[in-house]
């Protein structure tokens, strides 16, 4: 999709009557908003010099100790002067890629990918490959195949991007087995892994997974945000990187930005002092369960024979698959129409393949808002099915899709296929936004 069409969408889906599926807009309302509140206006009546004068640009140092805190839920054992704080992690993103990349660079990602990435990445004209996952998260014989060809054909890879927990879109995760084996081929080829892992702490089962960089300090640089497990207006995140990662990391953010907010540093800082922020954490998983099992329970219900869907063991979305011959792109404003929004599957690749995918979010409506929402998206497609079986399908793309679902289930809980193939190598992104083509009232989970 082209920026003017993502800012059209997101536009549309604001609307009361639309039942948007589409933006990635955590539930901010189940904070204790007076308890912020005060905390914030005692904030300002006694550290108002401190908090709204300039700061450092790595960030405040009590920040980062407490950043450490909370990295260490995912096995990560981190010094605060190994972390630099940034207003969100998409900042973190924009300045690891302004580091390593030069034009023509090549980056790999999964397919499918976070839109914001591939923004970043295009912005700074790298060439995006990427590597398939299935229902366990990357595939880690795709991506040692991948490399291996890159290699002979002379093309230089900077950096493995990865979202291996609760991944937006697809909603899969990389198990304990594969992170191992992801982490040794890097290792071996000397490539750095760039860990993206804004929904690490929102999984619905069990303790936190152990993250990336906890088994390689030195190979991976961990990018957290606190967009999803307190607020993404504060625009506070961080990456923890190796101290020469890190000090290219802090020169960066001195240009781009001379310093971060320190009202927002300082905000983040006492919540997670003086506020049951652990706690708190729970409510919006049991939250998040609750409408990830609405959405489930209505397309098993409602969807169409053909349609098969991740089962997110945590984070916001889940990846569907349309039937044969449905384009989600094409689809989208006869879906408007119905008064429901969900974002297509092609903002998802650098090259805009992805049409027999959409993604859907659930982390904002309420349940009985995500079944009608869901109830309406099942009309859309019914009709679309009804209308190719009667004409027969039209031509969905001048670029031919290779995307499949990954651990998907459909509406008798029968698995797809579990292979998630994409376009071996992009080597011209098109109709990819960047993140601030992607700032719709209604929210793209753009900014971390």
Same mark, same amino acid.
């Given at each position: 999709?082209?920026?003017?069409?993502?800012?059209?969408?997101?536009?549309?889906?604001?609307?009361?009557?639309?039942?948007?599926?589409?933006?990635?807009?955590?539930?901010?309302?189940?904070?204790?908003?007076?308890?912020?509140?005060? /905390?914030?206006?005692?904030?300002?009546?006694?550290?108002?010099?401190?908090?709204?004068?300039?700061?450092?640009?790595?960030?405040?140092?009590?920040?980062?100790?407490?950043?450490?805190?909370?990295?260490?839920?995912?096995?990560?054992?981190?010094?605060?002067?190994?972390?630099?704080?940034?207003?969100?992690?998409?900042? #973190?993103?924009?300045?690891?890629?302004?580091?390593?990349?030069?034009?023509?660079?090549?980056?790999?990602?999964?397919?499918?990918?976070?839109?914001?990435?591939?923004?970043?990445?295009?912005?700074?004209?790298?060439?995006?490959?990427?590597?398939?996952?299935?229902?366990?998260?990357?595939?880690?014989?795709?991506?040692?195949?991948? /490399?291996?060809?890159?290699?002979?054909?002379? =093309?230089?890879?900077?950096? $493995?991007?990865?979202?291996?927990?609760?991944?937006?879109?697809?909603?899969?995760?990389?198990?304990?087995?594969?992170?191992?084996?992801?982490?040794?081929?890097?290792?071996?080829?000397?490539?750095?892994?760039?860990?993206?892992?804004?929904?690490?702490?929102?999984?619905?089962?069990?303790?936190?997974?152990?993250?990336? =960089?906890?088994?390689?300090?030195?190979?991976?640089?961990?990018?957290?945000?606190?967009?999803?497990?307190?607020?993404?207006?504060?625009?506070?995140?961080?990456?923890?990187?190796?101290?020469?990662?890190?000090?290219?990391?802090?020169?960066?953010?001195?240009?781009?930005?001379?310093?971060?907010?320190?009202?927002?540093? $300082?905000?983040?800082?006492?919540?997670?002092?003086?506020?049951?922020?652990?706690?708190?954490?729970?409510?919006?998983?049991? &939250?998040?369960?609750?409408?990830?099992?609405?959405?489930?329970?209505?397309?098993?219900?409602?969807?169409?024979?053909?349609?098969?869907?991740?089962?997110?063991?945590?984070?916001?979305?889940?990846? &569907?698959?349309?039937?044969?011959?449905?384009?989600?792109?094409?689809?989208?404003?006869?879906?408007?129409?119905?008064?429901?929004?969900?974002?297509?599957?092609?903002?998802?690749?650098?090259?805009?393949?992805?049409?027999?995918?959409?993604?859907?979010?659930?982390?904002?409506?309420?349940?009985?808002?995500?079944?009608?929402?869901?109830?309406?998206?099942?009309?859309?497609?019914? #009709?679309?099915?009804?209308?190719?079986?009667?004409?027969? #399908?039209?031509?969905?793309?001048?670029?031919?899709?290779?995307?499949?679902?990954?651990?998907?289930?459909?509406?008798?809980?029968?698995?797809?296929?579990?292979? /998630?193939?994409?376009?071996?190598?992009?080597?011209?992104? #098109?109709?990819?936004?960047?993140?601030?083509?992607?700032?719709?009232?209604?929210?793209?989970?753009?900014?971390?």
């Amino acid at each position: 999709m082209v920026a003017s069409e993502i800012r059209a969408l997101f536009a549309v889906a604001a609307r009361p009557e639309i039942v948007s599926l589409a933006g990635g807009m955590p539930f901010i309302a189940a904070l204790p908003l007076d308890a912020v509140g005060e /905390m914030a206006g005692q904030l300002v009546t006694d550290r108002g010099a401190v908090a709204l004068q300039y700061g450092v640009a790595q960030g405040d140092a009590g920040l980062r100790e407490e950043i450490c805190q909370v990295m260490s839920q995912e096995g990560i054992r981190a010094h605060p002067d190994e972390v630099v704080v940034t207003v969100g992690s998409q900042q #973190a993103l924009d300045l690891i890629t302004r580091i390593f990349v030069d034009p023509g660079d090549v980056v790999l990602a999964e397919g499918p990918s976070y839109v914001g990435a591939l923004g970043t990445f295009t912005s700074y004209e790298a060439q995006v490959v990427h590597v398939p996952m299935d229902d366990h998260g990357l595939i880690p014989e795709a991506l040692e195949e991948a /490399m291996t060809r890159l290699a002979a054909e002379g =093309r230089r890879i900077k950096f $493995l991007y990865t979202v291996p927990s609760f991944h937006n879109p697809a909603g899969v995760t990389l198990d304990a087995a594969r992170r191992a084996r992801v982490l040794d081929i890097c290792q071996r080829a000397g490539l750095l892994v760039i860990e993206d892992n804004p929904y690490g702490l929102l999984g619905f089962d069990g303790e936190p997974l152990r993250a990336l =960089r906890a088994d390689d300090p030195q190979g991976v640089v961990y990018l957290g945000t606190f967009s999803k497990t307190i607020a993404p207006g504060l625009r506070v995140g961080w990456a923890a990187a190796p101290p020469g990662i890190r000090d290219r990391l802090v020169l960066a953010a001195e240009s781009a930005v001379l310093c971060h907010s320190s009202l927002a540093q $300082l905000m983040v800082r006492e919540y997670l002092a003086t506020q049951p922020w652990r706690e708190q954490v729970k409510v919006f998983r049991e &939250l998040y369960r609750e409408r990830r099992d609405a959405m489930l329970e209505s397309l098993t219900a409602l969807m169409p024979e053909g349609c098969r869907w991740t089962r997110p063991a945590g984070g916001f979305y889940v990846w &569907l698959q349309l039937p044969p011959g449905v384009d989600s792109k094409a689809m989208l404003p006869r879906a408007i129409s119905s008064r429901v929004a969900y974002v297509p599957g092609t903002g998802f690749y650098a090259d805009g393949s992805g049409a027999d995918h959409l993604r859907l979010s659930y982390c904002f409506p309420e349940p009985d808002r995500i079944r009608e929402g869901v109830r309406r998206l099942a009309e859309v497609v019914g #009709a679309e099915v009804e209308l190719r079986s009667t004409f027969g #399908a039209t031509p969905r793309s001048a670029v031919p899709v290779k995307s499949r679902p990954a651990g998907m289930i459909g509406p008798a809980d029968v698995t797809g296929p579990a292979d /998630m193939t994409s376009p071996a190598d992009v080597t011209s992104p #098109a109709d990819v936004t960047s993140p601030a083509d992607m700032t719709g009232p209604a929210g793209a989970d753009v900014s971390r």
